[in-house]
């Protein structure tokens, strides 16, 4: 299987694993935040131009940026039951 092929099942892959969590709309954009990715309304990617790791890199960071902000976002409510417990040793 060429190279091309590879990738582009690879990051459908990851389209998909991450459309379960955040939902397909959110992962579709997500992918399509990223230089040289063409990516369809389903989350199969069409298209891979450019360096192939790069653009792997790329849409990993897209998601784990996202999920970070998602988890800082779930935990305020959290640690907002709990006003007299601080995060970390500054706070």
Known sequence: M????????????IIAKQAVILGPTVAVIKARNVPGLTVDDKGNVLRV????????????????NLSGQIIKSAL???FAKYPDIKKDKTA
């Open 76 to 78: 305020v409510s959290v």
């Open 2 to 13: 060429d190279p091309q092929k590879r990738y582009k099942l690879l990051f459908s892959e």
């Open 49 to 64: 131009e450019g360096d192939y790791q790069e653009a792997l890199e790329r849409l990993v960071d897209e998601y784990v």
